[in-house]
């Protein structure tokens, strides 16, 4: 699965670093020589970890082994609008799926947090759809952990609006058709906008506020002669 986003929509917003480039997105079975860096992913990225689970690359391969159990590697390229040509592609995310009757569970959804916000995440999401279908799954069931640690996968979790429980583990569970992957991520899309016009929004109200002059420094009593 591969798939062309557009430039970051806030990388021409005063004080952002971010150049504007396009990524390329491309989701596929994991290949062998790069199960370590997945590994290494799963451990490094707590904030865009749903599950806050960590996996070595033996678990990887033998998850990889079972019947209808999958590891998806997430790569990026970005491509630079002015002179139109790839930059080196990196990994950026894993996805550990399997299908349980009815349901395409996502065990670990794990992204690279520089990434955020640009439309990596939602392109994870389709690809289980995607795999949901193929599969014969009417859902796409993702677990979340609730920590403090992965504030960024829950929101975006939470922005999908589908059917949300909470297991007697404690973790949230998301659910939706996978029919309706392309709702799901219209209105997750709408919900990112407006979240970030709100942030614009506040960001160039403090700007405007007047800012104090510098203080005056205090001048020592003078001494009678």
Do not use: I
């Given at each position: 699965m591969i798939l062309t986003l557009p430039p970051d929509p806030d990388a021409s917003a005063?004080?952002?670093?971010?150049?504007?480039?396009?990524?390329s997105v491309d989701i596929q079975p994991a290949r062998p020589e790069c199960l370590a860096e997945l590994a290494r992913l799963s451990?490094?990225?707590?904030?865009?970890?749903?599950?806050?689970?960590?996996?070595?690359?033996?678990?990887l391969r033998a998850w990889m082994t079972r019947p209808d159990h999958h590891v998806l590697q997430?790569?990026?390229?970005?491509?630079?609008?002015?002179?139109?040509?790839?930059?080196?592609?990196?990994?950026?995310?894993?996805?550990?799926?399997h299908a349980d009757e009815e349901d395409f569970i996502a065990d670990a959804f794990v992204l690279d947090e520089a990434l955020l916000g640009r439309g990596v995440e939602r392109a994870m999401v389709r690809a289980l759809a995607d795999l949901a279908l193929a599969s014969g799954c009417?859902?796409?069931?993702?677990?979340?952990?609730?920590?403090?640690l992965n504030l960024p996968a829950r929101a975006f979790c939470a922005s999908l609006g589908a059917c949300v429980e909470t297991l007697p583990s404690g973790e949230m569970e998301v659910a939706f058709a996978s029919l309706a992957a392309d709702d799901v991520l219209a209105?997750?899309?709408?919900?990112?906008?407006?979240?970030?016009a709100r942030i614009g929004?506040?960001?160039?109200?403090?700007?405007?506020?007047?800012?104090?002059?510098?203080?005056?420094?205090?001048?020592?009593?003078?001494?009678?002669a």
């Open positions: 005063p004080g952002t670093q971010r150049a504007a480039a396009a990524l451990v490094g990225h707590p904030r865009f970890n749903a599950r806050l689970v960590s996996y070595s690359d033996e678990d997430v790569q990026v390229e970005e491509v630079r609008q002015a002179r139109d040509l790839a930059q080196e592609a990196h990994l950026v995310g894993l996805l550990v799926c009417g859902a796409v069931v993702l677990r979340v952990r609730r920590s403090v209105r997750a899309e709408q919900r990112a906008r407006r979240r970030r929004q506040a960001t160039q109200v403090r700007s405007q506020r007047p800012r104090p002059g510098p203080m005056q420094q205090a001048q020592p009593p003078s001494m009678a």
